[in-house]
């Protein structure tokens, strides 16, 4: 299930601490023009506070309604807020098949590619030093 909530964070040294995609002109999700957390800065005034996560849709930035606007106009919006900004959240449904992957996905199969690289490669060196070993 997903679930709107208000959360206030206060603007710190690397701004709000998160990132956005999407825009009327960058649709991320197809035939979505809405804004999405893509990104949680890592000590950054959204991971300090911890609700905000990646692929939550925000719906609202100081009451003003994020619908319909370009991607560059939300930065925009974003970076005027001022020091103490209110975000009305659509919480992303867990598991949802759209919606920005989190950078512990993104990890998690590099992780396996890595895998499947070196072991078949450390399994031929291993035969190859038995069979060279066996020779002597």
């Known amino acids: 299930m997903s679930a709107e909530e208000d959360i206030e964070l206060s603007r710190g040294p690397s701004g709000l601490g998160f990132n956005i995609v999407g825009g009327t002109d960058q649709q991320y999700v197809s ?6 957390v ?3 800065k890592e000590k950054g005034a959204a991971a300090i ?3 905000l996560q990646e692929g939550d849709r925000i719906l609202e930035v100081n009451g003003i309604k994020l619908d319909n606007l370009l991607h560059g106009d939300a930065v925009n919006l974003f970076r005027n807020a001022g020091e103490h900004v209110v975000l009305k ?3 992303k449904i867990q598991n949802q ?3 920005v992957p989190s950078s512990r996905s993104d990890k998690d199969t590099e ?3 890595l895998t499947m690289i070196v072991l078949p490669v450390l399994a031929v060196f291993a035969i190859y ?6 020779q002597r």
């Open 111 to 113: 992780g396996i590619s």
């Open 31 to 36: 035939q979505d023009s809405g804004i999405y």
């Open 129 to 134: 030093a038995f069979f060279r070993y066996r």
């Open 97 to 99: 098949a759209n919606g």
């Open 89 to 91: 959240v659509l919480h």
């Open 49 to 51: 506070d911890g609700r």
């Open 38 to 40: 893509s990104s949680i």
